[in-house]
């Protein structure tokens, strides 16, 4: 099993509309997490830190389900430019160590 | 303020060659960070540094590849021999690490590797 698993897409959906994004963790022990977004070939770039008690940036909502071991994203109103690859990211066992899932791929259409 | 910088920025080789890949963190990062992108593997951790010592290699595939930070400036990633199943997107990260893990990783442009 992974210990970042992401559902790979793609979501196709069209400008306006509201999408989410799941990921599930392995390590009960992971501290942190983050959502990271990846444009096509370029370095991925943080997107937000999740907290426990779920936090909102503008059009994007995270969450976090420690019991479940669940991490969620949802993107509001979506618009041309939100169209990149989503990576859902936890720390390992030792602190500064990242673990990346796969990735989500979104296509925001006209 | 300039971010990570990697190069080469693209790097096509011939298998059994060696391969450098350079990266200059981003000034006052005690955090350096070496990952290797593939499509059917994404995203792994090959080697970090904190305070220029190795602190997990446990993501290095083999003895072909091997990383060093000789100062808080600088580090090098070298395959030897290298092969085509290589053939990667490699980025280099850097953050300010306290405890907790936390504080952002900010990732270089990457180095495109093909190996022929």
């Known amino acids: 099993r992974k210990e970042v698993e992401q559902d790979p897409g793609p979501f196709n959906v069209p400008e306006g509309a509201t999408v989410a994004f799941n990921c599930t963790y392995s390590?009960?022990?992971?501290?942190?997490f983050f959502w990271y977004r990846q444009d096509c070939r370029k370095e991925p770039k943080l997107l937000m830190s999740v907290y426990s008690s779920g936090n909102e940036d503008g059009r994007f909502t995270a969450q976090l389900n420690r019991a479940s071991q669940y991490i969620s994203l949802l993107i509001r109103d979506s618009k041309l430019s939100d169209s990149a690859t989503y990576l859902c990211v936890v720390t390992g066992n030792q602190g500064g160590k990242l673990i990346f899932g796969q990735g989500t791929e979104l296509s925001v259409k006209p | 303020d300039a971010g990570v910088i990697q190069s080469p920025r693209h790097e096509v080789t011939e298998m059994g060659q060696e391969v450098t890949l350079r990266c200059k963190p981003i000034?006052?990062?005690?955090?350096l960070f070496w990952y290797r992108q593939t499509m059917m593997r994404g995203l792994e951790l090959l080697i970090y540094?904190?305070?220029?010592?190795?602190?997990?290699d446990s993501g290095m595939p083999e003895d072909r590849f091997s990383a060093k930070m000789p100062n808080a400036s600088f580090s090098t990633l070298k395959i030897q021999p290298s092969e085509p199943r290589d053939s990667a997107v490699y980025f280099c990260?850097?953050?300010?690490?306290?405890?907790?893990?936390?504080?952002?990783?900010?990732f270089g442009p990457g180095t495109r590797l093909l190996v022929l």
């Open positions: 390590n009960s022990a992971s501290q942190s």
């Open positions: 990260a850097s953050s300010s690490q306290g405890a907790g893990g936390r504080e952002t990783q900010y």
């Open positions: 000034s006052g990062h005690n955090s």
């Open positions: 540094f904190n305070n220029n010592v190795p602190i997990d």
